[in-house]
């Protein structure tokens, strides 16, 4: 079975700072899928960037890009010119590309405070 | 309007009563996923289903049941209601149709509170 594992429950970073949200996982797969879900108070579940495992290249959308070593088996989060809005509980998450299903296995999460 | 739609949205309400969680999409997808979060663990799959006739359970279905009555609707039941299932739910929808990064899409959750 696959395993996530967020291991910051709790991180800060100072408005229009960088912040590094870390994230590893466990698989014997090749082909699978990682997501970075964002939850504000609000508690809506928004998706913030996802990589697809077959490519080498980091994905990035806007201020998030992500570090992906994939024989290390690490996905991180990096959010650049951090924004009041970017305060958040943050999920990693992973899908399989190989099983049936589309179900998703989350970390734990890492609250993330902005200080103004 | 929203796309996934989970009622109620928040619930109080006490030891051993029967509760159902509802949830409607209108996002034309096949799969629909029950999720329950838990302060420092993180959202963890209780029931899934990949159309109407086809429902598997998760990590932590003890205790919950589901129903699919239609391919919108997807509901949640806790038949006797303990406090440790106290948590915020989740329903979430994907299309087997799409590619495979394609993300899950969540409602809003219930917030349950067991007394």
């Known amino acids: 079975a696959q395993t996530v594992t967020q291991s910051q429950p709790e991180m800060s970073v100072q408005e229009a700072e960088t912040v590094t949200l870390s994230c590893t996982y466990d698989?014997?797969?090749?082909?699978?899928?990682l997501f970075w879900y964002k939850q504000p108070p609000s508690r809506q579940m928004i998706l913030v960037i996802r990589?697809?495992?077959?490519?080498?290249q980091n994905a990035t959308e806007n201020r998030f890009s992500v570090n992906f070593q994939k024989a290390a088996k690490s996905f991180s989060l990096k959010i650049s010119d951090s924004q009041l809005g970017d305060a958040a509980m943050y999920f990693c998450?992973?899908?399989?590309?190989?099983?049936?299903?589309?179900?998703?296995?989350f970390g734990e999460g890492t609250q993330l405070t902005v200080n103004p | 309007d929203a796309d996934v739609t989970q009622t109620p949205r928040n619930r109080i309400t006490k030891t051993g009563k029967r509760i159902m969680l509802e949830c409607s999409q209108t996002?034309?997808?096949?799969?629909m996923y029950w999720y329950r979060q838990d302060p420092g663990l993180g959202l963890q799959l209780i029931y899934y289903?990949?159309?109407?006739?086809?429902?598997n359970k998760g990590e932590i279905s003890d205790g919950y049941s589901v129903s699919r009555q239609a391919q919108a609707k997807f509901s949640l039941s806790l038949e006797s209601a303990i406090p440790n299932q106290t948590a915020l739910y989740f329903c979430?929808?994907?299309?087997?149709?799409?590619?495979?990064?394609?993300?899950?899409?969540f409602g809003d959750g219930t917030r349950l509170s067991i007394l």
């Open positions: 979430a929808t994907s299309d087997s149709g799409q590619v495979k990064w394609q993300p899950q899409h």
């Open positions: 698989t014997s797969e090749s082909d699978y899928y």
């Open positions: 990589q697809e495992a077959y490519k080498q």
């Open positions: 998450a992973y899908r399989s590309g190989e099983t049936s299903g589309s179900r998703l296995t």
């Open positions: 996002k034309g997808h096949d799969r």
């Open positions: 289903s990949f159309d109407v006739k086809d429902i």
